[in-house]
């Protein structure tokens, strides 16, 4: 069974802090690397994806991948009470293009 | 307005009772997707399509049935053999092995 391992949280963080969100992955095949965002009651917004190991950066967002330890993360700067929700990570399946395996999310929540 | 739209936002299901959940994109994507979104619990996809007029089992597949007679719409029909449909649905569409694009998602409950 391919697996995506998030911590379920929640994450309390200060605002203005970094959140760092971290996710795990058993499929060594996979080769696309997703973060969504889901507010409470609505459905997931795509926040960035990663193919290559490195890190990559877009406004106050950084992923970052791993392939060698199988672990995927993203880190929030200047961290904001708009950014509370909750992220969920996903992969492809490494004999699909298609289809994705799914974290259960970490629930994130800022403190003013 | 580019985007997937679901309908109906909330759907109440009678025990016994087939019902169909809509989901239309105007993206000319020509993947689409059904996910099952239970509360704690990652997506879990139902059935998936990659061109018109064929679609694959997901993960969970059973009670549930999906058609695909245009590219633009994935329409997804909950049976009275699904047991315990009670969930957030979501339909996802995408360029072919490309990030997946979601629909506002429809809440079923069972009365």
């Known amino acids: 069974?391919?697996?995506v391992e998030q911590n379920s949280g929640p994450l309390s963080v200060p605002e203005g802090a970094i959140a760092s969100l971290n996710c795990t992955y058993s499929d060594r095949g996979s080769q696309s690397?997703?973060?969504?965002?889901?507010?409470?009651?609505?459905?997931?917004?795509?926040?960035?994806?990663?193919?290559?190991?490195?890190?990559?950066e877009d406004g106050r967002f950084t992923a970052q991948l791993n392939k060698?330890?199988?672990?995927v993360s993203l880190l929030i700067r200047d961290s904001q009470p708009s950014d509370s929700a909750t992220y969920l990570c996903?992969?492809?399946?490494?004999?699909?293009?298609?289809?994705?395996?799914?974290?259960?999310?970490?629930?994130?929540?800022?403190?003013? | 307005d580019g985007?997937?739209?679901q309908s109906p936002k909330y759907l109440f299901r009678k025990e016994g009772q087939?019902?169909?959940l809509s989901c239309e994109q105007n993206l000319n994507h020509d993947a689409m997707y059904w996910y099952r979104q239970d509360p704690g619990q990652g997506?879990?996809?139902?059935?998936?399509?990659?061109?018109?007029?064929?679609?694959?089992?997901?993960?969970i597949a059973e009670g549930y049935s999906v058609s695909r007679e245009k590219k633009e719409s994935f329409p997804l029909t909950v049976t009275s053999a699904q047991k315990n449909p009670t969930a957030f649905y979501l339909c996802a569409s995408s360029m072919l092995?490309?990030?997946q694009y979601f629909g506002p998602g429809t809440r079923l409950l069972v009365l």
């Open chain 2, 18 to 20: 087939n019902v169909t």
């Open chain 2, 97 to 99: 092995g490309e990030t």
């Open chain 2, 3 to 5: 985007g997937i739209t």
């Open chain 1, 68 to 71: 060698a330890s199988q672990y």
């Open chain 1, 90 to 112: 996903a992969v492809n399946r490494g004999d699909s293009n298609y289809q994705l395996i799914w974290g259960a999310g970490t629930k994130l929540i800022i403190k003013p």
């Open chain 1, 1 to 3: 069974q391919k697996e």
């Open chain 1, 33 to 56: 690397f997703f973060w969504y965002r889901q507010y409470s009651g609505k459905s997931p917004e795509l926040i960035m994806f990663i193919y290559s190991n490195g890190d990559k």
């Open chain 2, 43 to 59: 997506l879990r996809l139902i059935y998936y399509s990659q061109i018109v007029n064929d679609f694959q089992k997901g993960d």
